[in-house]
């Protein structure tokens, strides 16, 4: 039997087949590697999101996947914490970020939006920036790029390997969240590297 708060587990991505591979989908890379390895399908849509319901180690989650596009996240998350009543605690948030490398992941219980669009859409509906987030490293475009288009073109197939790698541990961050909560999940995320 499932006890204590709903935790809410939420990837940030734009929805639609086009932007499936985007760096920008990387959050919601994540929560279709969750849904695999729990044996979810994201079905039920409620709240403009695709969400799956699972447990893990007794703690009850709810995934997301916001069907709004990633500058109007906060909207459909909101609406969920709203919802769910979902405390900020519970509540964690995965997306991709420039500033870390490719295969970097850092894990922590509250900051800004790091210049996120759809992490300051979030910050700005919640009406707080206390709560858990996961970034998942996408590194910075070389040469003149401009980073947004950098952040919705795809993972080069030379680098589809290290992204796999780095979503397998970024589940395992997510299962240690569940398990034991955010200070001991940031010890395991932050310190596992990829090589």
Do not use: W
Not at 24 to 42: K, Q, S, V, W, Y
Not at 50 to 59: K, V
Not at 73 to 89: D, M, S
Request: proline share 4%; glycine share 10%; charged share 25%.
């Amino acid at each position: 039997m499932n006890e204590g708060p709903l935790n809410l587990i939420v990837g940030l991505g734009n929805p639609g087949r086009q932007y499936r591979n985007n760096r920008h989908n990387a959050g919601f890379m994540l929560i279709d590697r969750i849904a695999h390895a729990f044996d979810l399908r994201l079905e039920t849509h409620r709240s403009e999101s695709l969400l799956a319901a699972g447990s893990h180690a007794g703690r009850s989650f709810l995934l997301a996947k916001p069907q709004t596009y990633v500058n109007e996240t906060g909207r459909a998350v909101a609406a969920l914490v709203k919802l769910h009543r979902v405390e900020p605690r519970n509540l964690l948030v995965a997306f991709d970020d420039l500033d870390l490398d490719l295969g970097t992941l850092r894990m922590r219980p509250f900051g800004g939006s790091s210049g996120h669009r759809g992490m300051r859409s979030l910050i700005n509906h919640l009406g707080e920036q206390g709560f858990p987030r996961l970034r998942i490293g996408i590194g910075r475009p070389s040469g003149r790029l401009d980073p947004a288009g950098f952040v919705l073109s795809n993972f080069a197939s030379d680098e589809l390997e290290l992204v796999s790698e780095t979503l397998d541990r970024a589940l395992g961050c997510v299962r240690r969240f569940l398990e034991a909560g955010i200070e001991k999940a940031m010890t395991d995320c932050n310190t596992r590297q990829a090589e």
